[in-house]
């Protein structure tokens, strides 16, 4: 099994909303896909960590991260930031290879940020 956290906000201007324990892409890109229209309908004002329910395809918030003073996000120094150049994801499409692991959510994130 493998499971990890997704932080994620749009364009760098709205804040951070952490999501716990995912458990594979494909729930990923519908969180991606939901997360986006939450951020677009909601105007999500505050930091806050989520709970992504695949069956019922909606998150729950479990508690605002400025609720916590001593949270902090503490990014790790041996992993650089991942900036991906627009061309990228255009240059994947035009191939004839499988997707890589990973690279579903990527393209799926760009094409729906494409259409804003």
Not at 60 to 82: C, E, F, G, S, V
């Amino acid at each position: 099994d493998i499971r990890f956290d997704v932080n994620m906000n749009l364009y760098q201007t709205t804040p951070v909303v952490e999501y716990k324990n995912m458990n594979c892409l494909g729930s990923l890109d519908r969180l991606l896909r939901h997360e986006k229209q939450r951020h677009k309908h909601s105007k999500v004002t505050r930091s806050e960590t989520r709970i992504w329910n695949p069956k019922k395809k909606e998150s729950k918030l479990l508690r605002y991260k400025d609720d916590i003073p001593a949270y902090r996000y503490m990014p790790d120094p041996d992993l650089p930031p991942i900036i991906i150049p627009p061309e990228v994801p255009k240059s994947i499409r035009t191939r004839s290879i499988p997707e890589k692991f990973g690279w579903a959510a990527i393209r799926t994130l760009n094409e729906d940020l494409d259409s804003w």
